[in-house]
T-cell receptor, first 114, second 113 residues
Framework: DTGVSQDPRHKITKRGQNVTFRCDPISEHNRLYWYRQTLGQGPEFLTYFQNEAQLEKSRLLSDRFSAERPKGSFSTLEIQRTEQGDSAMYLC????????????FGSGTQLSVL | DQQVKQNSPSLSVQEGRISILNCDYTNSMFDYFLWYKKYPAEGPTFLISISSIKDKNEDGRFTVFLNKSAKHLSLHIVPSQPGDSAVYFCAARGGGSNYKLTFGKGTLLTVNP
């Protein structure tokens, strides 16, 4: 069990650029989640996949955000035309069948938009 | 509207004493409550959970108490150790969704040697 892996750990970009993050969940975990955390706040739900199907997107996820999970394995989160307000820690988590409430988080990708 | 509230941003205790972290919620539809611990530069780590049909769950030094009538839960750590120093998040599941967790803002616990 290697845990949830996220890449990159840090990303600095200029406003208006596109960025993409990758998440590799724990193998055999069928559920995958993206959360966002800003300073002084708890993680906020962004979106959720069961296998390859994206079942819900939060209202926090504007049209500039898109997430995919092809083949039900790794997932990517893309932000187009980044804004300074997108600066945050983006956390990926996965959960195994039968334990959907117990999320295993990765170390996150820290995004800074200049 | 914050459905899960942790009103104490920080807590400081002496090693060996009890740490009590509190959490309040407003949504009576929540059916599962969890505590996560987070160290700097790491993702949150699951610590302990409790179903809404129970009022206590214990795991080693960690005990979670749930008071449904008061919509309040607490995490007790006895005895506290310096390695317990971290941010603790209260989270709740449910409220119309059976997979999404709603988190509080967290409490920074510092255990002094």
């Amino acid at each position: 069990d290697t845990g949830v892996s996220q890449d990159p750990r840090h990303k600095i970009t200029k406003r208006g650029q596109n960025v993409t993050f990758r998440c590799d969940p724990i193998s055999e975990h069928n559920r995958l989640y993206w959360y966002r955390q800003t300073l002084g706040q708890g993680p906020e739900f962004l979106t959720y996949f069961q296998n390859e199907a994206q079942l819900e997107k939060s209202r926090l996820l504007s049209d500039r955000f898109s997430a995919e999970r092809p083949k039900g394995s790794f997932s990517t989160l893309e932000i187009q035309r980044t804004e300074q307000g997108d600066s945050a820690m983006y956390l990926c988590a996965s959960s195994p069948p039968g334990q959907r409430e117990k999320l295993f988080f990765g170390s996150g990708t820290q995004l800074s938009v200049l | 509207d914050q459905q899960v509230k942790q009103n104490s941003p920080s807590l400081s205790v002496q090693e060996g004493r009890i740490s009590i972290l509190n959490c309040d919620y407003t949504n009576s539809m929540f059916d599962y409550f969890l505590w996560y611990k987070k160290y700097p530069a790491e993702g949150p780590t699951f610590l302990i959970s409790i179903s809404s049909i129970k009022d206590k769950n214990e795991d080693g030094r960690f005990t979670v108490f749930l008071n449904k009538s008061a919509k309040h839960l607490s995490l007790h750590i006895v005895p506290s150790q310096p390695g317990d120093s971290a941010v603790y998040f209260c989270a709740a599941r449910g409220g119309g969704s059976n997979y999404k967790l709603t988190f509080g803002k967290g409490t920074l616990l510092t255990v002094n040697p």
